[in-house]
């Protein structure tokens, strides 16, 4: 059968289990068990895999967890729903808990999720009664759930957070991962490219969101890597608009945020552009030029060493001496997650890859602007993985009018 999932060689996963091992081992100056629950089935088709489980096991099967054990061997145990086949014809056939889903993932063994309680239980109990688990505070998730769950079963477990542990290992990407992250970008520059051109003729927020949605899943049918902003004139200035069902003001400003995926990998762009494709309106042209320079000096000076508040403090600088409020920082991390988990007071290194979004928000004008970029942080400085899609004026008149 196909197995689904894997975007990376076999040896990454490995290599990132071995190296999550040491971190939490070194942190906690034990060896302990870490346990990684998948999303179950519903969850799974409405959203995508667990980023934390898919990290270290690459495995896009619903209801299945994955325990990487130091206290004994076998270390690696991958756990699949051992199933009931008669439910094959309705849903597919299914990774089973045997030699060839161990192969395939590389791992140790390969056991029934019925045998995950116990397994996880006897693990804990080698390490003092502890387990180790993430739990994002930040933007809680599946993970976070089981944490809960886990902790409400089993009140005797010491379930520790490592969250924060091994985001250090996730924040720095390898360059397989640059690679998905490079290919998520493209399908999302060709998306855009395919759509704007037809803004200045469409009448609803819903068909831009609709469009891209088809151009970003046309060359592998994944998720998005988050549900697209389509925001018309004041819609524009909510920043995580949710509804896109409104109609298309002519001529008004339009915020598209929106990315597509790649190998799970998220791109994340934003661009304000007038929905008639001229930037003839001379506030709407002032207020983007000035959230344009902010964008440029966020560029210029990601590089490695330098903080994020103090990317923030240069790069917001022009919007707060025009007298404009800032609503948001002007990075977060990417990766598996749009918002990739990691260490927001830690100086930026090579490898990061984060976003640069200035934006201002006028709900009493009606428009908002965000103008978003990933950068990937190099020895030197960064490279702007987005920089092909339209941004400056004269480009994105280009794009969409000719
Ligand atoms: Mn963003």
Avoid at 227 to 243: C, K, Q, R
């Amino acid at each position: 059968m196909h197995v689904r999932g894997l975007a990376l060689p076999l040896t990454t996963y490995r290599r990132r289990r071995s190296e999550a091992l040491a971190l939490v081992e070194r942190w906690a100056f034990d060896p302990l068990p870490i346990l990684f629950v998948g999303c179950d089935e519903l969850r799974l088709r409405r959203d995508r895999q667990d980023p934390w489980f898919d990290y270290y096991s690459g495995c896009h099967e619903p209801e299945a967890a994955l325990l990487i054990d130091p206290t004994r061997s076998p270390q690696d145990t991958l756990f699949l729903d051992a199933g009931d086949p008669s439910r094959v014809i309705w849903d597919g056939a299914r990774l089973r808990p045997d030699e060839t889903a161990r192969a395939a993932h590389g791992v140790d063994r390969a056991l029934a999720r019925s045998r995950l309680e116990d397994l996880v239980w006897a693990a804990a109990r080698r390490a003092g009664g502890r387990l180790a688990m993430c739990h994002r505070d930040r933007e809680p998730g599946f993970q976070a759930e089981s944490f809960t769950a886990w902790k409400q079963k089993f009140p005797d477990l010491k379930l520790v957070n490592v969250e924060p542990i091994l985001a250090s290992q996730r924040v720095i990407k390898d360059a397989d991962e640059v690679a998905w992250h490079r290919a998520a970008i493209a399908q999302t520059n060709a998306g855009l490219r395919a759509v704007l051109p037809q803004i200045p003729r469409l009448t609803s927020e819903a068909e831009v969101a609709a469009l891209l949605a088809m151009h970003y899943r046309k060359t592998a049918f994944g998720p998005l890597a988050f549900p697209s902003i389509v925001g018309s004139a004041v819609n524009g200035a909510t920043l995580h608009y949710p509804h896109n069902d409104r109609p298309l003001e002519l001529g008004k400003p339009l915020l598209i945020d929106s990315g597509a995926t790649a190998g799970g990998y998220c791109a994340d762009v934003t661009r304000s552009v007038p929905q008639h494709g001229r930037f003839d309106d001379p506030r709407f042209r002032e207020v983007y030029e000035l959230v344009l320079r902010c964008n440029a000096l966020g560029r210029q000076h990601a590089r490695p060493g330098i903080t994020f508040t103090e990317l923030n403090e240069i790069a917001w600088k022009p919007i707060i001496d025009a007298g404009f409020v800032r609503h948001h920082g002007l990075s977060h991390f990417i990766g598996l997650d749009v918002h990739d988990p990691g260490d927001r007071d830690l100086p930026l290194a090579p490898g990061m890859i984060i976003s640069n979004e200035p934006g201002v928000y006028l709900p009493k004008e009606g428009f908002g602007i965000r103008i978003e970029d990933d950068l990937l942080i190099t020895a030197d400085g960064n490279e702007e993985l987005t920089a092909a899609i339209p941004k400056a004026i004269s480009e994105v008149e280009a794009a969409m009018i000719g």
